[in-house]
């Protein structure tokens, strides 16, 4: 899956099944998938299927046999809680991380801008708070004086990670302004904000290319876009802006949620969502994964319509895509059938998207022949439908728009400019 695995980077994965459900080997699948993203090489897999140990999420015996092959981590898929990485770490002296430490490696070899950094860094820093202030009550426990004990150094290091996270998160808000600032301006000039949302791997990046010739690097792995990408797509005279996110996964923490609120909030501010979904995934494996996306987007604040697009329908046969259609039809109701690759169903896509947007308003308006006047109608030609111009004692304008373009323009007009 991933041609650079670092072979100084060695994981054993682990993973507790609760013994009253039934066994989900696509976690074990899942799990691998990412520790290779991650440019782990992977020993081996160990499966257990138990409740939970309060104090190594796993049984003892199992992470001991996990050690036999001297990994350099040992990656869980189970949360790992911060007096279980501290007893793992100190008894079998060797790093684990979790499923979500692990999306975090790979988010942090992949981010490219400043906004991405610092909501890596924020999400990791809000996960290492409690581990660090775990080590700390375990050392006061512990009463160890001088040298090795807790002190002035361990209680300076859980007040910096607290004001780094006070820093970034007011950062952040600089990064969620300036995206309010630009979605409001884009409205404006008569836009439509639709954004690509779904489980990692979906397909989202390979539809943003085949819809606008955005040129985005698409590859097989997870997590492959970080920070949104947006292109302009026209759907009969809708001025559409189309815009790529990052994939969504299984259980994600709320505090990964609100670490990524400004990249998240190109989702939850969209007037339509466009929901990808693998359909050549197995019928469970699909059903799984739209459940996981729609809790995610109702995470993120989303409440757009929503059109769901079954991507990679040129995988499977006639029967086995109706099979699928009836195994989700209450998750996915109309969904649209597509091949981002073959571009199979983009018509029936783009009709769609046309009849899910607002209606456009329609308006007439008057202008004096003013420079200020001049140049209001040279906006409204670039964000509206003109349906008439009428040049009386004023311009007497009748457009189509959408509802920030009308109610700017009847405010110009009211004014006289």
Not at 96 to 121: C, G, H, V, W
Not at 141 to 161: C, R, T, V
């Amino acid at each position: 899956m991933n041609d650079k695995i670092d072979e100084a980077k060695t994981a054993v994965l682990l993973t507790r099944e609760n013994p009253n459900q039934a066994p989900d080997p696509y976690r074990v699948e899942e799990l691998l998938g990412l520790a290779e993203a991650a440019g782990y090489r992977v020993l081996a897999e160990i499966v257990q299927r138990r409740g939970r140990d309060h104090r190594f999420q796993l049984g003892r015996g199992r992470i001991q046999e996990a050690m036999t092959y001297s990994p350099s981590k040992l990656i869980f898929y189970n949360a790992l809680s911060p007096s279980q990485v501290y007893n793992i770490r100190s008894e079998f002296s060797t790093l684990p991380i979790d499923r979500f430490n692990l999306i975090l490696e790979i988010f942090a070899s992949r981010a490219s801008t400043r906004e991405a950094k610092l909501q890596i860094e924020l999400a990791k820093l809000t996960y290492d708070a409690p581990y660090v202030r775990n080590v700390l009550s375990q050392r006061k426990k512990s009463e160890q004086p001088g040298f090795g004990g807790s002190g002035a150094y361990d209680e300076s290091m859980y007040n910096d990670i607290k004001s780094r996270i006070a820093k970034i998160k007011d950062a952040l808000k600089e990064v969620e302004s300036i995206g309010e600032d630009r979605r409001q301006r884009r409205r404006e000039l008569g836009f439509d904000l639709v954004a690509l949302a779904g489980y990692t791997n979906a397909g989202k990046s390979t539809l943003l290319n085949a819809l606008t010739s955005a040129g985005v690097e698409v590859r097989d792995q997870p997590f492959t876009t970080l920070s949104p990408t947006t292109r302009a797509l026209d759907i009969r005279s809708r001025r559409i802006l189309l815009t790529d996110t990052v994939g969504f996964i299984d259980d994600l923490p709320h505090f990964l949620i609100k670490a990524f609120r400004s990249t998240l909030s190109e989702i939850s501010e969209a007037d339509l969502v466009l929901l990808v979904a693998d359909v050549s995934d197995s019928p469970e494996t699909l059903r799984r994964k739209l459940v996981a996306s729609h809790k995610a987007l109702w995470d993120c604040g989303s409440r757009a319509p929503i059109i769901t697009v079954l991507n990679k329908a040129d995988r499977l046969t006639v029967s086995e895509s109706l099979e699928r259609l009836a195994m989700v039809s209450d998750l996915a109701p109309n969904p649209v059938l597509l091949s981002a690759s073959t571009r199979l169903g983009f018509v029936d896509l783009m009709q769609l998207i046309y009849q899910k947007l607002q209606p456009l308003k329609e308006v007439q308006i008057k202008l004096p022949y003013t420079p200020e006047g001049m140049s209001e109608l040279s906006r409204l030609y670039d964000s509206a439908e003109m349906l008439d111009v009428s040049y009386q004692e004023q311009m007497v304008i009748r457009l189509r728009g959408k509802e920030e373009v009308v109610t700017k323009a009847l405010s110009s007009s009211a004014r006289e400019l």
